[in-house]
C-alpha cells in the first residue's frame, strides 16, 4: 500500500491543514509574533531506522524552538513518535489540530 493511500503526502507537500496553519504562522511571523517557521525543516532520529519529521518547526521572539505536529486525526504510531520525540528532545512539543469555525486547537505534548 503506497503512503498516498494511506492518506499521507509525499515529502514536502502540504495537505490542506497543514497549508492553512502555514498561513497562520505567516500571519504570525508578519505581526512580529514568531521569528521563524520552516515546514518539515527537523527531521529527528528515534531509533535506528526510527525517525520523525515535524510538520513545523517554529522560533518564538524568545528564540525557542518549537516543534508543532499538525493533524487532522492521529493515528497511534504518530502519537507514539510524538511521545517519544518529546521525551528524548529539549524542545517545545505542540499538537496542533483544526477546530470548528476555523479556530485551532494547539497543545503542548
Known sequence: MSDLALGRMKAGKM????AAYAALL???KQAGEI???????IKLRLADKTFLTVDFAVM????????HEVKGFMREDA???LKVAA?????????VRKGK????????I
Open 15 to 18: 495537505n490542506q491543514t497543514e
Open 26 to 28: 505567516e500571519a504570525c
Open 35 to 41: 521569528v521563524w517557521y520552516s515546514f518539515e525543516g
Open 60 to 67: 518564538t521572539t524568545d528564540n525557542v524552538i518549537e516543534l
Open 79 to 81: 502519537n507514539v513518535k
Open 87 to 95: 521525551a528524548m528532545y529539549p524542545f517545545v512539543f505542540k499538537l
Open 101 to 108: 469555525g476555523g479556530t485551532w486547537d494547539i497543545r503542548e
